[in-house]
């Protein structure tokens, strides 16, 4: 991964170069905010959404047996069979309750939306966002704002991010 980095800032070091060397001082500044604040946009998007799977996988949650074992035997082939018999309409009553409050339980909750906004109000996802926005505020308000060199920054920089995660995921 530390290869793949230093390549990117290579070649960013090169363009870098070239556009100072033919004056385009502002096309250069508006590409290096769009550029560093959509990779760091898009990275801190992977970490959070990192940290909030593995700590739900810590809890324990989202490791259903029941669908492990569907998935492992799907048409039942290895389950004893068990003798048929006859329920009646209070056991049938009872098995439907229990069945709907099963289902109430899987249900989204307030809970389970309280435990997954720390990753979504992260400071590493709400900082590079804040960096986006004010970098185009500064750059329009002191009139040096070109709009394709920031959206070609944007580009490059959510390029690099996906290049640069996968090989972050891949290497865990």
Request: aromatic share 12%; net charge negative; glycine share 8%.
């Amino acid at each position: 991964m530390i290869k793949i980095i230093l390549r990117l800032l290579l070649v960013q070091l090169i363009f870098s170069l070239v556009l100072l060397v033919q004056g385009y001082w502002y096309w250069l500044l508006n590409f290096e905010l769009a550029f560093l604040s959509s990779l760091l946009v898009v990275l801190g998007s992977f970490s959070g959404y990192k940290r909030m799977v593995n700590s739900r996988l810590d809890s324990g949650e989202g490791m259903d047996i029941d669908l492990l074992e569907k998935l492992e035997d799907p048409h039942g082939l290895y389950e004893e069979n068990e003798a048929i018999e006859e329920k009646t309409e209070e056991e049938l009553a009872d098995v439907i309750k229990e069945e709907k409050k099963r289902l109430k339980a899987n249900k989204q909750t307030f809970v389970k939306t309280v435990k997954s906004t720390p990753g979504i109000f992260s400071p590493w996802r709400f900082l590079p966002y804040l960096l986006l926005v004010l970098s185009f505020i500064g750059l329009n308000n002191n009139y040096v704002l070109d709009i394709p060199a920031f959206l070609l920054g944007l580009g490059a920089g959510i390029g690099a991010a996906i290049i640069i995660g996968k090989k972050w995921i891949a290497s865990l």
